[in-house]
């Protein structure tokens, strides 16, 4: 830091130091230059000249500078003009005139001290009057403002945001990097890009039809495919929006409406050679082809390639890219898996192509599930991997316009295994050979393609292609989520062999069908549902043909998760099958095995062998069909069911029973209040001790009875059933028979059916109700009642009470007559009721109705035909077997006295 003086006379040559220097000129015409630092400059009396020639001269003072004598020089600056200067000219907030310049990452002022702005010309300065072309060169990483001067420069910006300004002459303006603003002046400029990256530019001075942007280096071809990217802004500039390296590079030219730019505006790249254009890896990218038949290689980021002319290939790789083919046969790449949700704004189907050949596909029939249409009628190619969704949209392209000439597939016949990525959905392809595709987790689709293919889901909810060829969709881990098989044909198969699945009768009971006729396998592990929905195949059209099982017959020990309901299965051996908790479903499948349900409420199903089934707590369900097989439950572990194969008597603290099949089984209780279902068969049921419920189903089913809690259900139509009671008893609705049984005085009553009740030995009562009903009492003093309805009495031994009641009753007697059998009728009805003799005792008696001469009314036979005898005095019926013979007659019945009976009354049988 120096401080200057000259004298009172001409100094020509006051010239500072690198630091703030004072200079005073004193008297004199005199030079001063302060070169580098924040100078302070005073002329003095005289003509002085303020002098710059560095560009890097600081923050100046001039503290006298004095109008229409005193000039500043700023020709070594490349000034040319006052009107280039005048950009620069401002005033400060004390009224001064300072003028802004800028090199190398410093502001560059000069203030004038009491000079207001509007008072400089063009007489205040000395500038570059020299027509010689120059080039100008900024710094790198600052921001520079350069000049031009008369001729035809060359301005460079390099990096930084820098404003050029070209002066006079036809000059090149080149910002380079940063948000350059660009100035051509007089003259026809050329404002250059020559690099990808040059940030948001500002022309202020674009003369339409005589400036021109250069975008040659750039690649673009022509007006048509620069046309995408010229917009508006809010004042009504165009704008050229352009991008490269995750930054906008924009140009706005001001005062100039896009709808007056044309092809004469800009320079394009001409040339018909091939390209190769790289974008950058994770920034966004606008990328353009020449002439020639060229490639262009987004990379990663939301990249716009635009192919122009030739038969070019755009391959946007990762990201959401758009796509412009151009002219030409151009082919859409899709070398990665992972590209984004792409567009492609002018496919031409049998023109262009898309090639997926990298993505395995082998055919447009694989391909075309993949294809929908949107709202906008545009068709969509759907595929994913990774996590996201990669699309592939057509603009102005139908679906039905697609076929498989718009596409290059992959016709290698060689086996492939392709990988799906873990916790992500993920769409792969196999060939056209064998081929194995490994979904891993994450809900994936597969799509075999030819050949005979392997498919694994794996966890996630799957949907499985196999396409041509005898597929196999294998199933390796337990639990792999909800899927579902497109396309199972004859000669695929279903592998569930790693869950130990033995045979088709062990996983049949897992099959279902939804609402839509599909067949469902519902396995479950670990808390999961794990389903496999096969479209368009039936339950019914499923066999052991389907499914690979497991034919190892080695002894397996099968564990299931903790908190979670599991679906386990055994093989061929001697397994040994833990539930743990949960609601579990144990299957053990040939061979004697062992289950343990454990906590929840478990389903242990044995399979064939003699197999040990302990629920544990929770309610239990157990499958039988070995007559070895054990089911066994301590107290109070909940309300337990055992489902049946064969007869089965329960075992302690199980509550439930039901039989399966069709075939004729009998099933027993136990000393709880047991319920108890029969199955489509002729079922014995007995509910042994306790308050049982037992419902028979289809079928005859006979129930045993021995408590009076116990209930006894049927429903119509389902057979001829009977009870065997053991205590006093109403049958129930739709139940037929009853028998009483043991020696008991019992009484039974009937329902509104056609009943048949039957005593015991002891005296029962046994009343009809409704319906044509047959009572035998049986031994015993017994008394039966028909009710109404058209009546069978039989009274069997002892003295029996017969009441016929209301309708047609037959009262029949086939027992051996005695004095200790003489029934009583109480309600006989000579007009509509039948006595019905048995002729093994009443012998000599012809079938059919009784003669009328073996008939008689009286207190004994009057001659020898008679046989049946009236006492119509005290209504006694007498049996007597050779008339007036020698002898005895046998009463055997009682009836009301003064009945108007005759022979007609009587049928031998």
Known sequence: MATINGDDGNNPNLVGTSSGDTIDGKGGDDTLNGMRGDDTLIGGAGND??????????????????????????????????????????????????????????????????????????????????????????????????????????????????TLNGGAGNDMLIGMAGDDTLVGGAGNDIFAYTAREFGRDTIKDFTVGQDRIDLSALNVADFATLSRYISTDSLGNAVIKLGFGGGYEWITLEGVPASTLKASSFIFNTSSIGLTVNGTEFYSDVLFGGNGDDTLNGLSGSDTLNGGAGNDKLIGMSGDDTLIGGAGSDIFAYTAREFGRDTIKDFAPGTDKIDLSRFNVADFATLSRFITQDSLGNAVIKLGFGGSYEWITLEGVSKASLNGSSFIFNTNPAALTVNGTNFYGDILFGGNGNDTLNGLSGSDTLSGGAGNDKLNGMTGDDILVGGAGDDTFAYTAREFGRDTIADLKAGDKIDLSLFNVADFGTLSRFITQDANGNAVIKLGFGGTSEWITLNGVSKAALNASHFIFNTNSADLTVHGSNFYGDVLFGGNGGDTLNGYSGDDNLNGGAGNDILYGMEGNDTLNGGSGNDRMQGGTGNDIYYVSAAGDQTIEAANEGTDTVLSYISWTLGSNIERLELLGATNLNATGNTLNNTIYGNAGNNTIDGGLGNDYMAGGAGNDRYVVSDVGDQVVELAGQGTDTVLAYVNLTLGANVERLEMRGTANLTGNGNTLANTLIGNSGNNVLRGSGGNDTLSGGAGNDTLDGGTGNDVLVGGTGKDTLTGGAGADTFVFDARLGSTNIDRITDYVAADDTIRLDDSVFAGLSLGKLAASAFHVGTSAHDASDRIIYNKTTGDLWFDKDGIGGAAAVKFATLTPGLALSAGEFFIV
Not at 77 to 89: K, P
Not at 100 to 122: D, M, Q
């Open 49 to 162: 000249i303020f002098a710059y020639t560095t560009r890097e001269f600081g923050r100046d003072t001039i503290k006298d500078f004095t109008l229409g004598q005193d000039r500043i020089d700023l020709s070594a600056l490349n000034i040319a003009d006052f009107d280039t200067l005048s950009r620069y000219i401002f005033t400060d907030s004390l009224g001064n005139a300072v003028i802004k310049l800028g090199f190398g990452g410093s502001n560059e002022w000069i203030t004038l001290e009491g000079v207001i702005a509007s008072t400089l010309t063009s007489s205040s300065f000395i500038f570059n009057t020299n027509p010689a072309a120059l080039t100008v060169n900024g710094t790198n990483f600052y921001s520079d403002v350069l000049f031009g001067g008369n001729g035809d420069d060359t301005l460079n910006g390099y990096s930084g945001a820098d």
